[in-house]
């Protein structure tokens, strides 16, 4: 009975998940779901990349969080616009908050937008919120055994940020193994190297979210 | 609508919670419900806690895990019965699911049972399973903001443990500022610095252990 409760919340999410895509799409705007466990550095890899693409791209920022706004003061330090959704304890974003917060975003002059789910491996992962894509960061302090654990995610995930690559001296974070377990969920997956510290492979991430936002802007005009 | 069946769901959990806290009372073992993010080190203070106290303490495990029965296999190593249960994708235990497996343990000749909860901040600290506490684990590498962001798991934690403070210099984590937030949340905790890597700080966390055992086994020869 629990489950069909849970089938009815994931149905109707998904019905309001296609109309936030639909308006998403008319505008062009590509839309990143960004999910990965409290402190994986899902703001930090934001904080980098408002900084070095805000000339080139025009991006907005939607924040969940359980109950502070701490992640989009951070933002908004960038001069990105940014909206906090605020979950009261929900532990995910869903499709209904996204929507309802929309109207407050000038979609129009828009080219990307990120949706940075609320910390948590597990439930974000079951809830579109009309997104492109979704976004895993995973921590390698977290261990190279997170991906096997925490299937779906990964599953679901266009691309995997393994972040904090910096402190790999100090851990036993099997990066081969952590990758070959990734790739076995999810063959597709693209998998880049991080640390929004040292800098490593930020520019790989940014060439791709360049080439995501540029392929959807050539989607939409193609249909337009 | 939604949080209608959110609260039955939760009163249903508190009844098997006290049924189940009912038992434990009953045959004098005190159980611990181990919370924390993917990745924050339970399973590796489990395995720190059986090397060191197997010998002193008649001691159980249950794990919780979405899939694997990765964590238990660690666990078995140290010749502790040990019992999985996999949620299938749930993202915390609750009262029924550890009822159902009780029968698989020899309460009568145990001192302390943990239940390792799902790698997740949030939902695990909504759901008693019919423990005596509550305990938190917080990696340093998460950063120094989370107990703001997830304070309901902080206040229902009997005992917060920073974990992995080998890799504070590594790190611009304030464990001041994160000390004083998680007692501004929950006045009463206790807050451990642990290491499982170099073994900082495991013996006050040894020593809490076994004042809480030994409290419970008193407690209950009074009213026995």
Redesign the interface.
């Known amino acids: 009975m629990?489950i069909q409760?849970m089938e009815d919340?994931l149905g109707r999410n998904d019905q309001l998940a296609s109309e936030n895509q639909m308006l998403f799409a008319k505008r062009g705007v590509f839309v990143l779901n960004l999910m990965g466990?409290?402190?994986?550095g899902k703001t930090s890899l934001l904080e980098k990349t408002m900084a070095a693409l805000k000339d080139n791209l025009r991006m907005a920022v939607i924040e969940g969080?359980?109950?502070?706004s701490?992640d989009a003061d951070r933002i908004a330090k960038y001069d990105v616009p940014v909206i906090q959704i605020n979950t009261s304890?929900g532990?995910h974003l869903d499709a209904a908050m996204v929507q309802k917060v929309l109207q407050e975003l000038d979609l129009e002059n828009l080219d990307l937008l990120v949706v940075e789910n609320?910390?948590?491996?597990?439930?974000p992962a079951?809830f579109n919120v009309g997104e492109d894509v979704k976004a895993v960061v995973l921590?390698i302090?977290?261990?190279d055994?997170?991906p096997?654990?925490?299937?779906?995610i990964f599953k679901e995930s266009a691309i995997a940020v393994l972040n904090?690559v910096?402190?790999l001296p100090?851990?036993n974070f099997d990066m081969a193994a952590a990758k070959k377990d990734i790739t076995s969920i999810h063959p597709a997956i693209s998998v880049l190297e991080v640390s929004c510290t040292s800098s490593t492979g930020v520019e790989a991430w940014y060439d791709w979210l360049k080439e995501k936002v540029a392929a959807k802007k050539m989607a939409v005009n193609a249909h337009g």
Do not use: A, H, R
């Not at 969080?65 to 502070?68: Q, S, V, Y």
């Not at 609320?118 to 439930?123: K, S």
């Not at 096997?148 to 779906?152: E, I, M």
């Open positions: 629990e409760v919340i466990s409290p402190g994986s969080d359980l109950f502070t701490k304890g532990c609320v910390g948590n491996l597990v439930c079951e921590s302090t977290e261990g055994d997170k096997l654990k925490y299937p779906l904090k910096d402190l100090y851990t």
